[in-house]
């Protein structure tokens, strides 16, 4: 975890979402809330079509924390859902681009800011990973 | 339909037991894209737990979930969720304040292990839209 120094950047993971892995996410988590599948009810309440879970969206998060951090201890996860990610019926689905700098490392603690985004624009407020280094 | 605003305070009873098994893990990750080969679960994983205790909350409250919308989520780990875990929730409504016709519910969850040690703390703003 050398690379794990304070200011450094962290390579940019981008993961495509779909209506597939929306289905999938509701059956291993248990959420089956039906914005995250039916644009019917997804519209009814007024959002701009099915979205993501903002907890899968947290998921590819903490998997872009792993990836960099080679599966480092995770001691606090946290962040604010500012912006739905709206999946497409289609087969390409949506790209989530999750992006990070070292902000600290102390004490044996490595703090991550985060910045994920979804065709340009926040999706999570103030993203931010704590792992043992 | 506004949230009675009396339940700020109010505990939860804990969750029915939940034994973490690999499967269920593997499960996870898959359905996350994580890589895994065994050990401990996937950073975000006691989301399952979590969950089954807002599912609880509001089946009591008669709030229906297609109305809420995930605002907030914090997780602080005592230590990581590992296969051979029996965990249970506790949550409890934190606040309540209500927004342009929506109810913000913020809540905080204990989940334990069989031992009832925390096993993790968890935090969640629940938006749920009030029917226009």
């Known amino acids: 975890m050398s690379a794990l120094e304070a200011g450094a950047s962290l390579a940019p993971q981008e993961y495509a979402v779909t209506r597939a892995d929306l289905v999938r996410y509701a059956g291993a988590s248990g959420d089956f809330n039906p914005i995250h599948w039916s644009d019917r009810v997804a519209s009814a309440v007024g959002l701009p079509g099915v979205i993501a879970h903002g907890m899968f969206t947290m998921a590819l998060a903490a998997r872009a924390v792993a990836a960099w951090t080679d599966g480092a201890e995770v001691v606090d996860l946290g962040c604010k859902f ?3 990610v709206v999946v497409p019926d289609d087969d390409g689905g949506v790209v989530v681009r999750v992006a990070g700098t070292v902000k600290s490392v102390e004490d044996g603690l490595v703090t991550i800011g985060l ?10 407020g103030m993203p931010k990973a704590v792992v043992r280094g | 339909m506004p949230v009675d605003s009396s339940l700020v305070g109010r505990v939860f009873p804990a969750t029915t037991p939940y034994a973490v098994s690999e499967e269920k893990v593997r499960e996870f990750a898959a359905a996350t894209g994580t890589p895994y080969a065994g050990g401990p679960a996937p950073a975000t994983f006691p989301i399952v737990v979590a969950f089954r205790a807002m599912n609880d909350f509001l ?6 979930l297609f109305r809420i919308v995930h605002g907030e989520q914090k997780f602080a780990y005592a230590r990581p969720v590992v296969p051979g875990d029996v965990l249970s929730a506790t949550l409890s409504v934190a606040s309540l304040r209500q927004i342009g016709g929506n109810d913000i519910i913020g809540t905080t969850s204990e989940i334990r292990d069989a031992a009832g040690d925390l096993v993790c703390s968890t935090s969640a703003t629940l938006v749920h839209r009030g029917e226009a």
């Open chain 1, 82 to 84: 500012t912006n739905p």
């Open chain 2, 59 to 64: 089946a009591a409250e008669q709030v229906d």
């Open chain 1, 115 to 124: 910045e994920v985004t979804c065709q340009g624009q926040k999706v999570l």
